[in-house]
């Protein structure tokens, strides 16, 4: 008796832990699952996002459109992206604000933004500007490779 007890007992350890394991292995998939559902909807908001900031500032001054667009970055649903990704994305919205140093200067400049970057990029403030424009590509090369790890 005591020992089909115990051979019953160390059965449904067995099966209790392979069933645990199972089920960590399935939560392994989901939580893996929603991090890229999370970074592909958030990619995807960014480029439309970015395609509505390139044009926005042929209405309104490239500071506006920068508070616009990363208002919009803000507001995007971070919460199972995983954390190296919206710490990415959160230095990347801080250099588009930094940026703003610079763009302060030119409330008047209108027309698409790589365009006036351009002229921002020549002229009195191009030092400084180059700098910050850097920084926004080298946070935009962090997310990337963010998405690859």
Known sequence: MKLALTTMLCFTIL???S????????NIEIKNSRALDCI???MQFDQELGKIRNHSCEQISLS????????????????YCPEKFKLAFKEH???WLNIKRVTDNYPELRGEMHELFNVIENGKDSVEFKSLNKRIWDTWCAIENNIID
């Open 15 to 17: 099966v209790c832990n």
């Open 19 to 26: 069933n645990a394991e199972k089920n960590n292995g399935n």
């Open 40 to 42: 592909d909807n958030v």
């Open 64 to 79: 506006e459109t920068i508070n616009e667009y990363t208002n919009g970055l803000k507001y995007l649903d971070y919460e």
């Open 93 to 95: 919205i801080n250099a």
